[in-house]
């Protein structure tokens, strides 16, 4: 009787690790870099500023045209967010930090995206196409 149990709860705790080392699926967004080159939300002009997005396993980074931002995102199946961002701190000129305005509260809107090698467009919820960016890497 006591073997049984044994057992059992040996093949429980085997199950349950064998289950934490399940492979989790990669982001299809991890290990991009973009920049900015278009959105929809203003006349100014995305590509007069420095404005980019770097995904890797830990978060999104990069710079908004005047700081550096990061934060956490989550992608999966063509949807997708961004979450706890936080960014330096540093004034520049108004047109600089308008830019880094709309594309920080764009970011934050995007719920889905479509990429190619080379294009990485950002959508809101009922897909209208909020951000463009061009592959760096």
């Given at each position: 009787m006591k073997n049984r149990a044994y057992l059992a709860t040996l093949t429980l705790v085997l199950g349950s690790l064998l289950a934490g080392c399940e492979d989790t699926p990669a982001s299809a967004l991890a290990g991009s870099i973009w920049r900015l080159d278009g959105w929809s939300a203003s006349s100014?002009?995305?590509?007069?500023?420095?404005?980019t997005a770097t995904f890797d396993d830990e978060g999104i980074r990069g710079s908004s045209a005047v700081n550096i931002y990061r934060g956490t995102y989550s992608d999966s199946g063509g949807y997708f967010s961004v979450r706890d961002i936080s960014s330096t701190e540093i004034a520049g000129p108004e047109p600089a930090m308008r830019a880094e305005r709309i594309y920080l509260a764009l970011l934050k809107d995007a719920r889905r995206y479509e990429r190619t090698a080379t294009t990485l467009v950002l959508k809101s919820e009922f897909g209208n196409d909020l951000l463009y960016f061009v592959a760096t890497k």
């Open positions: 100014l002009q995305p590509s007069d500023f420095t404005i």
